[in-house]
Structures are given as structure tokens and as C-alpha cells.
């Protein structure tokens, strides 16, 4: 059974530091690209950041580069999301979802999510920044 589960989120202030953990079951993670979106509440869901077996970090919102990291252990199946220097306007529900093989391009992203193309998701964990 295909399971994906974040944690790792919180409340924190404003220029303060989380990190989301994904936690994957059912596929092996060196066969796909697993990326980070995140929701606010009436908006919609958009792309953050993505990384693929063999290929660099896709980012999809330009103004978390040099905040935001991902990275991933395949020895225990977890991509990571290291959020540093927050700001109030991240605060949403942050999702990890996979893509087989590869992250969808930045010119992609909203087609994949919009399509529900993406193959497997999880249920997300809130991200609260206070100002």
C-alpha cells in the first residue's frame, strides 16, 4: 500500500526554522521524483520545490530559493524539507506528492496539479508563521 505522511509542522515566528519530513511507503524512492506543495486555505494549491533521482532541485517559487532545501534519504525512504528564514506568507498546508521517474518541469507543475497528475500524495501538515 502506497502511503506518503508528512510531519514536521508547527507554529513558529516569523524568521524561524521548520523541517517537514515525508515518510514513503509502498514504492521505493529512488525510482521518483517527490516534491513539496503547499495550500492556503481558498487559494490553490501551488508547486514549491521538487528533486528527482538523477537531476537538480526543481524550484517552482522563486523567493524561497536560499531559504527552503529539500533533500532525501533512500536508505530509509524520507524526503526532507528544511524551511528556513519563514515569513508569515508561508504559512499553508505543505504536501509532499511523487512522480514517476522525474519532477514535473516549472513550466509543468500547475498542469500536473491542476490534473490531479501527480501519482501519489499525501495529507499534508500544517505550516503556521506568526508575524
Known amino acids: 500500500q502506497v502511503q506518503l505522511v508528512e510531519s514536521g509542522g508547527g507554529l513558529v515566528q516569523d524568521g524561524g526554522s521548520l523541517r517537514l519530513s515525508c515518510a514513503i511507503s509502498?514504492?521505493?524512492?529512488?525510482?521518483?521524483?517527490v516534491g513539496w506543495f503547499r495550500q492556503v486555505p481558498g487559494k490553490e494549491r501551488e508547486g514549491v520545490l521538487c528533486?528527482?533521482?538523477?537531476?537538480?532541485?526543481?524550484y517552482y517559487i522563486d523567493s524561497v530559493k536560499g531559504r527552503f532545501t529539500i533533500s532525501k534519504d533512500n536508505a530509509v525512504n524520507t524526503v526532507y524539507l528544511q524551511m528556513n528564514v519563514l515569513k508569515p506568507e508561508d504559512t499553508a498546508v505543505y504536501y509532499c506528492?511523487?512522480?514517476?521517474?522525474?519532477?514535473?518541469?516549472?513550466?509543468?507543475?500547475?498542469?500536473?496539479?491542476?490534473?490531479?497528475?501527480?501519482?501519489?500524495w499525501g495529507k499534508g501538515t500544517l505550516v503556521a508563521v506568526s508575524s
Open positions: 506528492a511523487a512522480e514517476f521517474f522525474a519532477c514535473p518541469t516549472k513550466s509543468e507543475v500547475d498542469d500536473f496539479i491542476l490534473n490531479g497528475k501527480m501519482d501519489h
Open positions: 509502498g514504492f521505493r524512492l529512488d525510482y521518483y521524483g
Open positions: 528533486i528527482s533521482p538523477n537531476a537538480p532541485t526543481e
